[in-house]
């Protein structure tokens, strides 16, 4: 990611741990870089879920004494929203340049239509495989929020199942016609 696109880089979330996902698309936004997440769902975070889920139930008690409803803080319970907030905390979201930089990032819950045929990328320095010990516990940002009141789970689930259905669909028919195409020119 040395050069920046005019296009968006289009991150698959699944596998990438959250604070080093993060740091990375803080970055490259500051940098001027449009990137969209997917799949957000599927981050990972280091610790325990118990663990973790005591954590966000903490921060469910941090509330303003006079008016919590009108002043906050707001305490997002969507995994889009939590890597948002995530990268809130790495930019300088106060200033023009910072919220220039977190109007370049979108986040989504599994592939949306646009998304869905667009290459997608990882990022090796924020992957759990390389760079979690083995043996190590981790919690998926699905499960987590899922327990803290995000309700829409299931219905992710399912259109990623009908999402994977087509996508295989597609991949085979692109095979097909390669080996035909193969098989015409040998």
Known sequence: MATISSTPIVIDGKGHLLGRLSSIIAKQALNGQKVVVVRCEEINMSGSFFRNKLKYHDFLHKRHIVNPKKSGPFHHRAPSKILFRTIRGMVPHKTARGTAALKRVKFFEGVPPPYDRKKKVVV???????????????????????????????????????????AAAFHQRKVKQFHDLSRKHS
């Open 124 to 166: 090796p320095q924020a992957l759990r495989v390389l760079r979690l010990k083995p043996g190590r516990k981790f919690c998926t940002l699905k499960r987590l929020s899922h327990e803290v009141g995000w309700g829409y789970k299931d219905v992710v689930d399912r259109l990623e199942e009908k999402r994977k259905v087509k």
